[in-house]
C-alpha cells in the first residue's frame, strides 16, 4: 500500500486568490492523477502526470510532478467559486492509491 | 474522455434486503473495476478490485459475503449488498480502467440509504 498524503485538508479563499495543495509520498509513482469531486457526484479526472519534473496547465490550473515521481502539486490562479469541490491525487504503480483529499471552498 | 455510469442514482430499502448496484462503462472495455464507499465529507475508500472474468479482490475489512462483486463482461461490474444495514448506508462509487484507459474513470456513484 502506498499513503498518499495531501495537503491542507481543507482551504477556503476568496476568489480571486491563488492557492497550492500539495500529494506527497515515500513512494515512487509510474504516474499521478489529479481529479476533482464535487458534493454527490463522482470524480472527474483532471490530468495524469507521467514524467518526472512534468508540468501540464488546465487553463488556471498547473500541475507538476516531482523529480523523483514521489510528489505532486496543483497550482490554482485566480480561483473562482466554479473550484470548489475535493481535490483527490491518486498514485499509480502497483496499486492505486487516492489521497485523503484537499477540501477546497472559494467563496465570491 | 471515457463515460462510466451508474444505476441506481438512489436507493432505500429497508434492513434486511439486498440491494444491487450496476456499473457499466459505455464507450470503452474496462478490464479492471473498482468499488469505492464514500462517507461524508471523507475520501474515497477502496472495497474491492475485479478483473473480467475473475474473482474480486477484496481490501482488507470488506466482508466479501457482504459486498458481492460480480464482472462477469468488460463493460458490467455489479456490486451487491447483501442483508443491508443501516450502517451500510453510504455513497459508493465504481471506476474502471483498462489496458488502453490507464486511469481510473469513475461513475456519478449511488447513494444507499438502509432504513
Known amino acids: 500500500t502506498q499513503l498518499l498524503e495531501q ?14 495543495v500539495y500529494c506527497n509520498s515515500s513512494s515512487v509513482f509510474s504516474s499521478l492523477q489529479w481529479y476533482r469531486q464535487e458534493p454527490g457526484e463522482g470524480p472527474v479526472l483532471l490530468v495524469t502526470v507521467v514524467t518526472g519534473g ?17 510528489d505532486s502539486s496543483l497550482h490554482i490562479t485566480a ?5 470548489t469541490g475535493l481535490y483527490l491525487c491518486a498514485g499509480a504503480g502497483g496499486d492505486m492509491r487516492f489521497g485523503a483529499g484537499t477540501r477546497l471552498t472559494v467563496k465570491p | 474522455g471515457a463515460v462510466v455510469s451508474q444505476h441506481p442514482s438512489r436507493v432505500i430499502c429497508k434492513s434486511g434486503t439486498s440491494v444491487k448496484i ?20 471523507q475520501s474515497l475508500m477502496l472495497m474491492a478490485t475485479s478483473n473480467e472474468g475473475s474473482k474480486a479482490t477484496y481490501e482488507q475489512g470488506v466482508e466479501k459475503d457482504k459486498f458481492l462483486i ?16 443501516p ?29
Open chain 1, 54 to 70: 512534468e508540468v501540464k496547465k488546465l487553463k488556471r490550473l498547473t500541475f507538476q510532478f516531482g523529480d523523483a515521481r514521489k
Open chain 1, 7 to 20: 495537503s491542507p485538508q481543507f482551504l477556503s479563499i476568496q476568489e480571486g486568490e491563488n492557492l497550492t
Open chain 2, 22 to 41: 450496476e456499473c457499466r462503462s459505455l464507450d470503452f472495455q474496462a478490464t479492471t473495476m473498482f468499488w469505492y464507499r464514500q462517507f461524508p465529507k
Open chain 2, 87 to 115: 450502517e451500510d448506508s453510504s455513497f459508493y462509487i465504481c471506476s474502471a480502467s483498462s489496458r488502453m484507459v490507464y486511469e481510473q474513470y469513475f461513475g456519478p456513484g449511488t447513494r444507499l440509504t438502509v432504513t
Open chain 2, 70 to 85: 460480480n464482472h462477469a463482461s468488460l463493460t458490467l461490474s455489479t456490486l451487491t449488498v447483501t442483508s443491508a444495514h
Open chain 1, 79 to 83: 480561483a473562482q467559486p466554479g473550484d
